[in-house]
Every structure is written in structure tokens, then in C-alpha cells.
């Protein structure tokens, strides 16, 4: 049984940063890619960040420069450092993973990030 658990997210005020974490239990070799995506009320889930197990990136044009992803194979976690963030940024923001055999998709129960003043 894969899971995903994220942490970090919160409110914070426009500019500010938040750092959202992804465990997952077991390790992460197993999956390729992994990333975030988002959803804020009444829209539709986006891609926010995507990383593969080589290190390759890939983000929304919207995030582009603001925000990094990045994965530590040794904690079996990936980490989405988010800068500079806008109130178009609020959203529940869900950690997502692909078997890199067998191609299932997991997903973590996501986390609030509010950015307002």
C-alpha cells in the first residue's frame, strides 16, 4: 500500500514562501515521476511541478521561477519550495506519484496553502 502524506502548507502573505513536503512510504526509486498538482475552488486540478528520478523538471508556466521541486531518494520524500507566491497561488495542493513499472498513480490527501493579507 503506497502512501503519500504532505505536509508544510498553511496561510502566508502574498510574497511570502511556503515549503510543502512529501513523504511517502517506502522508497521512492519505485516511482517516476513524481510531482504536485493543485486545485482551487470551483477549477478544474493543474500541474504545478513534475520531477522524474533523474532530476529532469518541468513546471506551469504560471510558476515558473517562483517555484522549485526537488527529491531527496535518501528521505524518501519531494519537497515543492514555493516563492514570491501570489493569491492566485491558494489552493489544496496534492502530491502525486507514477510506478515506474506497472504506471498506477498515487495521491496524497493534499494540503491548504492560503496566500492572503
Known amino acids: 500500500q503506497v502512501q503519500l502524506v504532505e505536509s508544510g502548507g498553511g496561510l502566508v502573505q502574498p510574497g511570502g514562501s511556503l515549503r510543502l513536503s512529501c513523504a511517502a512510504s517506502g522508497s521512492i526509486s519505485r516511482f517516476n515521476p513524481m510531482g504536485w498538482y493543485r486545485q482551487a475552488p470551483g477549477k478544474q486540478r493543474e500541474l504545478v511541478a ?57 495521491w496524497g490527501q493534499g494540503t491548504q496553502v492560503t496566500v492572503s493579507s
Not at 532530476?55 to 521561477?65: L, P, R
Open 50 to 106: 513534475v520531477i522524474s528520478s533523474g532530476g529532469g523538471t518541468n513546471f506551469a508556466e504560471s510558476v515558473k521561477g517562483r517555484f522549485t521541486i526537488s527529491r531527496d531518494n535518501a528521505k524518501n520524500t519531494v519537497s515543492l519550495q514555493m516563492n514570491s507566491l501570489k493569491p492566485e497561488d491558494t489552493a489544496v495542493y496534492y502530491c502525486y506519484a507514477v510506478g515506474a513499472v506497472a504506471r498506477n498513480a498515487y
